[in-house]
């Protein structure tokens, strides 16, 4: 699939139909998988019917139970591709706060995913979800100032500073910056 050739609507409904036969591979009912990341059957069930659209939280979380990356859930792949600012399909947090950009994805013995994450100027955190275990995450401010939580420690990182850190673990972001804050994230898997 080519991330940016796909609707949103399209998308959403990808998304559901790739948690349902992912779920379904690992012998999960609807409300196995519901009570495992915390959701209602009935949320899960329009999730994966294409009728919600699913918070990036909730994805990370159905992610992290089902031993998969990002991703592997949206079904991004490509041989040799481009990624131009602006020109790849996103996932935008419900109150618009944040949006994470899908760039690349590398599928060898450990997957590596490349994600642009803009931070909007209303300082709200970002919380995200622990991903999966014994994944590493770098992150490099490409623009702004961000403060990054993990566990209890907090990091501020200015322009160009990068963080490298165990991404099984609870972390977030928040933008210490008056305009939008821009992320590059790498993850290792």
């Not at 959701?39 to 031993?67: Q, V, Y």
């Not at 995913?113 to 014994?134: A, F, P, Q, V």
């Not at 993990?150 to 933008?175: G, R, T, V």
């Amino acid at each position: 699939m080519n991330i940016n050739e796909v609707s949103s609507k399209k998308f959403v409904s990808r998304i559901g139909q790739s948690i349902n036969k992912l779920r379904s591979n690992k012998n999960l009912t609807i409300e196995q998988l519901a009570n495992n990341i915390g959701i209602s059957r009935l949320t899960l069930s329009k999730i994966e019917h294409g009728d919600a659209n699913p918070t990036i939280n909730i994805l990370w979380k159905i992610c992290s139970e089902l031993d998969i990356t990002l991703a592997e859930l949206v079904d991004y792949k490509e041989e040799i591709s481009l990624s131009k600012a602006n020109s790849v399909h996103d996932l935008e947090s419900s109150d618009k706060s944040f949006k994470i950009d899908f760039v690349f994805r590398e599928e060898k013995a450990n997957s590596i995913e490349t994600y642009r994450i803009y931070l909007s100027e209303n300082n709200k955190t970002m919380l995200t979800e622990k991903h999966n275990s014994g994944s590493i995450e770098i992150v490099t401010v490409m623009k702004g100032r961000v403060l990054i939580t993990i566990d209890d420690k907090e990091f501020e990182l200015d322009e160009f500073d990068s963080l490298k850190f165990e991404a099984d673990k609870n972390h977030s972001y928040k933008n210490l910056s008056e305009g939008t804050t821009i992320l590059n994230s790498v993850i290792k898997y």
